[in-house]
């Protein structure tokens, strides 16, 4: 399976991006699918995650101002991103999870896009 996200840009704070990830061929609607983010000299974070269920689970850092929503059949998981700010600014990958079910370590984690880089401007 090959990930493709998309959707990065330079925005001002308060505005808002839509990250896609597009799957080369059809993953697991079992599969969880989930966000993860990294910036320069830190450590790769995760941002959510959305389950086979459809249930959602996010990082307290974007809790309220991003939503995951997923559409199986076009193989497509998004990241709507509402209110940005500055310390979201950030390389955003999407993977699939190992289970129905995934929460916030990579290790849950099997197949990774390539990032999709998303700056914000104060």
């Known amino acids: 399976v090959q990930l493709q996200a998309s959707g990065g840009g330079l925005v001002q704070a308060g505005d808002s991006l839509r990250l896609t990830c597009a799957a080369s061929r059809r993953t697991s609607s079992n599969n969880a699918m989930g966000w993860f983010r990294q910036a320069p000299g830190k450590e790769r974070e995760f941002v959510g995650v959305?389950?086979?269920?459809?249930?959602?689970y996010y990082a307290d850092s974007v809790k309220g101002r991003f939503t995951i929503s997923r559409d199986n059949a076009k193989n497509t998981v998004y990241l709507q991103m509402n209110s940005l700010k500055p310390e979201d600014t950030a390389t955003y990958y999407c993977a699939v999870g190992l289970r129905p079910y995934a929460g916030r370590e990579a290790l849950e984690y099997r197949y990774w896009g390539q990032g999709t880089q998303v700056t914000v401007s104060s």
């Open positions: 959305i389950n086979w269920g459809g249930s959602t």
